[in-house]
Antibody, heavy 120, light 113 residues
Framework: EVQLVESGGGLVQPGGSLRLSCGVS????????IAWVRQAPGKGLDWVGL??????????EYAASVKGRFTISRDDSKNSVYLQMNSLETEDTAVYYC???????????WGQGTLVTVSS | DIVMTQSPDSLAVSLGERATINCKSS????????????LAWYQQKAGQPPKLFIS???TRETGVPDRFSGSGSGTDFTLTISSLQAEDVAVYYC?????????FGQGTKVEIK
């Protein structure tokens, strides 16, 4: 069974940092892209970024709103992807989902999400 | 970045009636070499993560009822629910996967009239 499980959310002050994790199981991790998508309370889906699969060199892409502040990394030995978030702003408050994809395909499996609250 | 614009933002439809959601992209999502449109539709119910419903603009995922259909090409796309059921109440999002930055539409909330 394909599973993605996010963890690491919580309350952080503006300007602070947080690292989210996405643990996966049930599929060949190195074959897949993993993306982060966030959803502010009562708002729509906002694509954050992704890491490509091994065949595509594990390269990353980011939304303009987070580029330079957020970094996505992955550890194939732990079947995990990480989202390092620095210089957090109140506008970053959201549920953060990780989701699976392959080359040129949408996100076919999603985790349940983890809530990040940026507030003083 | 490719901008995705959905209309309307919300709609209320009677049970058994047709619901139509539009999605417009700021540039063509048709990849010429494959003749495929890189456009997906997701359904999100309250308190749940999104669920992939349609890929390639018109291909239903396994288990998606056939009352859901996707159409369109290039920059203009439509999701149609032919006969709205109570369990279809949700927010629907279009998303492009043509570019490296995979943007979503703002969502359309579907309710029962």
């Amino acid at each position: 069974e394909v599973q993605l499980v996010e963890s690491g959310g919580g309350l952080v002050q503006p300007g602070g940092s947080l690292r989210l994790s996405c643990g996966v199981s049930g599929f060949t991790f190195s074959d897949h892209y993993i993306a982060w998508v966030r959803q502010a309370p009562g708002k729509g889906l906002d694509w954050v970024g992704l890491t490509r699969n091994k065949a595509n060199g594990y390269t990353t892409e980011y939304a303009a709103s987070v580029k330079g502040r957020f970094t996505i990394s992955r550890d194939d030995s732990k079947n995990s992807v990480y989202l390092q978030m620095n210089s957090l702003e109140t506008e970053d408050t959201a549920v953060y989902y990780c989701a699976r994809s392959i080359t040129a395909y949408p996100f076919d499996y999603w985790g349940q999400g983890t809530l990040v609250t940026v507030s003083s | 970045d490719i901008v995705m614009t959905q209309s309307p933002d919300s709609l209320a439809v009677s049970l058994g009636e047709r619901a139509t959601i539009n999605c417009k992209s700021s540039q063509s999502l048709l990849y010429s070499s494959s003749n495929k449109n890189y456009l997906a539709w997701y359904q999100q119910k309250a308190g749940q993560p999104p669920k992939l419903f349609i890929s390639w603009a018109s291909t239903r995922e396994t288990g998606v009822p056939d009352r859901f259909s996707g159409s369109g090409s290039g920059t203009d796309f439509t999701l149609t629910i032919s006969s709205l059921q109570a369990e279809d109440v949700a927010v629907y999002y279009c998303q492009q996967y043509y570019s490296n930055t995979r943007t979503f539409g703002q969502g359309t909330k579907v309710e029962i009239k």
